[in-house]
């Protein structure tokens, strides 16, 4: 039986021991403001319908940590565009872990735009910039070395919202599930069509989550 996370009178959830564990080497000496961050997704997030209530007791390990080790695939100095950001996942916990990433978060929704703000503000991410717009409003202005998405669609779909944000060379990088293979499947036209090469499923944090996450890798051909 895993050790399972506290959550304290506040209803902030503390780390399990595992996960205290993941997120010290994870997040070094910036694990202080990997607190204040899962503590405003408790609060402010939830309050606001970022995230239900259901998940609170899983912020750690389901969600910042899982999104926090996507950094371990880029190289130091990079631009990182995401889209969809939602509640700041990847985005903001990639911000976290990696300091000399910049990183633009880019978010149609007016409340969540504003939501993020704080956090970045709060938070003091200096290499965060937060845009409000669909993605396909910031291509030619925005672009990636490594373009992200969590939970906002199926390939088929997003492989139009991301390739075209990262720069040639580049790489999409999207996290998914169970379902990861048959999405690869039906989209592999439309990301051909679009100039990305061969997609490939990547694990990362095998040695530091219990469920390591799983990531949708396209690189992007030079155009």
């Known amino acids: 039986m895993t050790d399972s996370p506290d959550q304290e009178p506040g209803g902030i959830p503390e780390p399990s021991r595992h996960e205290l564990a993941a997120a010290e080497s994870i997040f070094g000496g910036r694990i202080e403001t990997a607190r204040s961050f899962v503590a405003h997704l408790a609060s402010s997030g939830m309050e606001r319908g970022l995230l239900g209530p259901r998940e609170v007791p899983r912020l750690w390990g389901r969600h910042v940590l899982n999104c ?24 903001v916990a990639i911000a976290i872990a990696r300091p000399d990433l910049e990183l633009h978060l880019v978010e149609p929704l007016e409340r969540r735009v504003i939501w993020l703000n704080e956090v970045v503000r709060d938070l003091g991410l200096e290499n965060v910039t937060v ?25 088929t779909t997003l492989a139009g919202w991301t390739i075209p944000l990262a720069r040639p060379g580049g790489e999409v990088l999207a996290i998914k599930g169970r379902g990861a293979s048959e999405e690869i499947e039906k989209a592999k036209k439309v990301i051909r069509k679009l100039g990305g090469g061969t997609p490939e499923i990547v694990t990362i944090g095998d040695s530091l989550l219990e469920e390591p996450t799983t990531v ?3 690189p992007v051909r030079i155009r």
């Not at 990182?80 to 990847?90: E, H, I, R, Y």
């Not at 845009?131 to 390939?155: F, I, N, P």
């Open 68 to 91: 926090a080790v996507v950094a371990d695939l880029m190289t130091a100095d990079t631009t990182v565009v995401d889209v969809g950001s939602g509640a700041g996942l990847p985005g």
């Open 216 to 218: 949708v890798r396209i």
């Open 131 to 155: 845009h409000r717009a669909r993605a396909e409003q910031v291509v030619g202005a925005v672009a990636g070395d490594y373009v992200t998405a969590r939970a906002v669609s199926a390939l």
